[in-house]
């Protein structure tokens, strides 16, 4: 690719103070990278519906309270960051996003409830972060993220985890810091690929024995918990090259 191809199809407006998004950028067909990290942006226009070769699309860090049904057709997104809005729903078209693979931020917004499918067709995902949302209920579709390698879930408010967390098999890291989970379920142990696992700020009196099924697990963080000063098993999961945080620090 020349650099001209590259200077037309990529466009960092990041930091400019823009209040909306200026129109000749709208018009830009061939932009494939949209960056538009911290602004001061309350909406997006439908207009935006107008630039579907888009791969990468940056809203992170503006004031974002709704987002137009007309996003629905950025088919060809494979990253979309959306933390830090003030985002309570998405759109009902966002289902439509099937070409989501890479990253999808959905952290430190006001989601509290989601359509159940809103992930449904989003098989090929490898990342997703819904950290922040203060007592969002989880849609039933994250099961279907058969691909997703990470998974982020800090600061929800959790009191249990649903069963089919067992069902991503491709799962590497899972953070469930500051939440109020005592207990984890039965199909936890099913998450063999888990190598990094967040259990920090929880209320975890005893390790779960699901956590000693993992097979893969080379750091397990257990800070700010619960848990009796005398970690049991210490020396297996030394032996299991596992690195174990424990304590306050």
């Known amino acids: ?3 001209a191809r590259l200077q037309r199809e990529t466009l960092d407006l990041s930091g400019k103070g823009l209040t909306e998004v200026p129109e000749s950028t709208l018009e830009n067909a ?4 949209l960056n538009l990290h911290r602004n001061r942006l309350i ?5 935006i519906g107008r630039l579907e070769g888009l791969e990468v699309l940056i809203l992170a860090e503006n004031a974002l309270t709704s987002l137009s049904e007309e996003i629905g057709r950025l088919t060809n997104l494979r990253t979309l960051d959306l933390g830090h809005n003030r985002l309570e729903n998405l759109p009902r078209t966002f289902s439509k996003l099937k070409g989501l693979r890479d990253y999808l931020y959905l952290h430190d917004n006001r989601l509290t ?3 159940d499918g809103v992930f449904e067709g989003f098989g090929e995902l490898r990342y997703l972060n819904l950290s922040g949302n203060a007592g969002l209920r989880l849609p039933g579709s994250i099961a279907k993220l058969n691909k997703l390698e990470e998974l982020r879930l800090e600061h929800l408010g959790l009191a249990s985890l649903p069963s089919w967390i067992g069902s991503l098999a491709s799962l590497e890291e899972l953070s469930l810091r500051d939440n109020r989970l005592e207990s984890l379920p039965d199909s936890f142990a099913e998450l063999h690929r888990l190598t990094r696992l967040d259990l920090r700020a929880n ?3 005893s390790l779960p024995n699901v956590v000693r099924k993992l097979p893969n697990l080379t750091k ?4 700010w918990n619960l848990l009796e000063s005398e970690f ?3 020396q297996q999961w030394q032996d299991r090259k596992c690195r174990v945080l424990l304590g306050d620090r």
């Open 203 to 205: 209320r975890f009196c």
């Open 30 to 33: 061939s932009l494939r990278v």
């Open 232 to 234: 049991d098993g210490r």
């Open 1 to 3: 690719m020349t650099v």
């Open 113 to 115: 409830a989601l359509d």
């Open 220 to 223: 397990l963080d257990l800070r």
């Open 43 to 47: 909406a997006i226009p439908p207009e």
